[in-house]
């Protein structure tokens, strides 16, 4: 059964939660390439966003806080990507597998797509079944691999990248 969540924009608040759970991924897996936890202004950076199509959104459960949590940020800094976003989303593991991701995700690409953003894009670190099934589960299309691109623990990491059509 999927624990009781509120999906909401981030307030300032949140943001130490958002931090402990990206710098949990950080420490643990290589859901992302991060080596050192971002500083606290780079998470205000996410929650004040510089564009329309930038947005962060955090799942909240009934004691206010954080499980999981989405952003969109820009893909590249070239003006003819303006309606394209990055996305990422991260779920805290005590409650992976309980349908959060399932409800944050669509959350996210609503308020990307409210915002006029036309496409979404994805990049999942490989192995993480968990996270190609949410994204194919959102409407995702694998649009493409690279072999060998990050390396993190010492072992290469191969990278699908994701694709959704919002518009």
Known sequence: MSPE?????????DLSD???????????????????PPTHSYWEQRLAGREAGDHLLVAVDTDEDVVGYAYS????PRPAYRLTRETSI???????????????????????????????????????PGSVALHRACGFEHVGSMREVG???DHWVDVEWYQRLLT
């Open 73 to 76: 940020w820009s893909y590249r």
């Open 151 to 153: 390396y993190k623990f």
């Open 90 to 128: 991260y779920i805290d593991p005590s409650v992976r597998g309980q349908g959060i991701g399932g409800r944050l995700y669509p959350a996210l690409l609503g308020a990307m797509a409210h915002s006029g953003v036309h496409t979404a894009v994805a990049l999942v670190a490989l192995p993480n």
């Open 5 to 13: 969540v509120v999906i909401r924009p981030a307030v300032e608040d």
């Open 18 to 36: 958002i931090a402990a759970i990206y710098n949990h991924e950080i420490l643990h897996s290589t859901a992302t390439f991060d080596l050192e």
